[in-house]
């Protein structure tokens, strides 16, 4: 309970602790009031901005119905991996990524004070095919791991990968290393590394596909451990140092539609943020599951109010719940009940199982629902067992993109932003995928897929290699000997001509006959 400094409030609190009609709880704190009996001055003294009357309920709830938007697109061929993901990473963010690695590059040489190794001078300026083959070379790399990426390269049997064959390492590590994402020209943003990329995708993400009703809002954590300010430490992460962001994605399937990084912890709320997230999502009626982190009734009710319902987990000490009225959590038995409600809109629900389990929810009533367990049945209220459901949908998307990520140590924490985007951005694929074919296929052979298709595309931009007009010349020597080329076809024949071209080039004498045998043989 927050501390009461102003005078006048004291003066409110120990005027109602003089009536009868109050009574302080068996802990003896003077704040635990009975919940309907208290004035609006009460309300102000103990911090609560609304009275939130509870009364216990049953029945239904009937909410508005959900009307399922069309997502295909006549320009996406939903049977190709390629398709779907070039219409996230098209032509236009392949160009914007190569011109800004060049004019990386470029900044960076026309720094007078920097040394200029010879493997910088080989750098040949990026296009969109060379952009293409290398983000081929990191998703090869999720999936062929090796300890270092230096690795992937290296001669000995063991580090053997189709790496090589693909791009060099010297032309690898100059793109690796001035590899830059589009700049916002805003110096008070401080996210503006990555502000342009983040935005541009998220239209792509949203215009791809239209989500069921039910939807997730969790945090999640992109791991770092270099020097950022944007680095959180969550020790009940599985990564515990990291940039922190929020997201929101789709219950069921896992599909990411929204993602905003977390700046720091004077620069949003969590409430402010789940509005932030669910503005492009009012008025059509969508479900929305959290955890504690983000939970208040003030905001379930301020998104009911735009047509989003919302359950949620929720600590007992926050304000405007009915705390007077609980039963302590010892006196719960297994399986035990409270239903409190407000205003027809709001339920608070406490159920008993190992632990008790305090929800307040939009959208379901005090309706319980049969359960088997390992020895016999039981009843678990509906809004729990939906809760458990539909919350786990940032989880999914995060454990896809943990499959075949890049791993690879790296020292900007843009990069590793944009790996963690373009992990979404295949994931998202994928879910997209697996939705409109009926030919299921496995999350590695997608990628295998994509990454067959992306160097399929690149191989087609490859410089043509140089055609030098070569005159053959031909000499007499002293010496006679058999004529090559005769000797292919089973004639033995003494000549003493050699050509004097090949002799200069390859140091080697190639005796042929003057003639017909001269000319097949340069063929």
């Known amino acids: 309970m927050d501390k009461i400094d102003n005078e006048e409030n004291k003066d409110i609190i120990i005027d109602l602790l003089e009536d009868e009609n109050y009574e302080i709880n068996q802990e003896g704190d003077p704040f635990d009031f009975e919940w309907e009996e208290l004035d609006e001055e009460g309300w102000a003294a103990l911090g609560v901005e609304e009275e939130i009357e509870y009364e216990r309920i049953g029945g239904n709830k009937d909410l508005p119905a959900f009307i399922q938007e069309s997502f295909k697109n006549d320009m996406i061929d939903y049977n190709s991996p390629i398709s779907i993901f070039t219409f996230i990473f098209d032509e236009k963010f392949f160009d ?18 920097k040394y200029i190794s010879k493997r910088i001078k080989q750098w040949e300026e990026c296009n969109t095919y060379k952009i293409k083959k290398y983000i081929a070379i990191l998703l090869l790399m999720g999936i062929v791991r090796l300890p270092d990426m230096k ?9 053997q990968t189709f790496i090589p064959k693909i791009m060099g390492n010297n032309e690898f590590e100059l793109i690796h290393r001035f590899f830059h994402l589009p700049e916002e020209n805003n110096p008070r943003n401080k996210l503006n590394l ?3 990329t983040l935005e541009y995708l998220q239209n792509k993400w949203n215009n791809l596909y239209k989500p069921l009703q039910s939807l997730t809002l969790d945090e999640t954590i992109i791991p770092f451990k270099g020097r950022t300010y944007l680095k959180q430490y969550e020790p009940k992460k599985p990564y515990k140092w990291g940039i922190k962001a929020f997201a929101l994605a789709e219950a069921i399937s896992g ?6 990084i977390y700046e720091g912890k004077n620069t949003i709320k969590a409430k402010d943020a789940v509005i932030n997230l669910l503005q492009d999502f009012r008025n059509k009626n969508h479900l929305v599951y959290f955890d504690s982190y983000y939970s208040s009734t003030s905001l379930l009710i301020k998104l009911a109010k735009k047509n989003i319902w919302g359950t949620c987990t929720i600590i007992e000490n926050r304000k405007g719940l009915p705390r007077h009225e609980y039963i302590s959590n010892k006196n ?3 399986g035990d009940t409270q239903e409190f409600h407000y205003n027809k809109q709001l339920l608070n629900l406490r159920w008993k199982d190992k632990k008790v389990v305090n929800i307040i929810t939009t959208v379901h009533s005090n309706l319980s629902t049969k359960i088997k367990t390992k020895y016999d049945t039981k009843l678990k209220p509906i809004a729990i067992q939906e809760y458990n459901s539909n919350y786990h949908g940032v989880d999914k998307n995060n454990q896809y993109c943990q499959y075949y990520s890049f791993d690879h140590r790296v020292n900007k924490w843009s ?22 074919n009926k030919n299921p296929i496995s999350h590695k052979d997608f990628r295998l897929s994509l990454i067959s298709e992306l160097l399929e595309i690149a191989k ?3 410089k043509p290699k140089k055609k030098y007009n070569i005159v053959h010349e031909i000499e007499k020597m002293k010496e006679r000997r058999n004529c090559k080329y005769c000797n292919k076809n089973g004639i033995r024949t003494s000549v003493s001509f050699y050509c004097k071209t090949c002799f200069l080039i390859c140091k080697v004498v190639i005796p042929l006959c003057n003639g017909i045998c001269f000319l097949g043989y340069h063929k």
């Open 194 to 196: 990555i502000s342009l």
């Open 96 to 113: 914007m990524l190569a011109d800004s690695t060049n004019n990386n590059f470029q900044k960076y040489i026309s720094q007078e004070s």
């Open 151 to 159: 690795g992937h390269w290296k001669k000995n049997v063991f580090y």
């Open 255 to 260: 599909y990411m539609l929204k993602f905003k």
């Open 460 to 462: 087609y931009n490859k």
């Open 415 to 436: 990069f590793s932003v944009f790996i963690r985007l373009l992990e979404i951005s295949i994931v998202n694929s994928y879910i997209v995928y697996m939705k409109t």
């Open 332 to 334: 719960m038995n297994d």
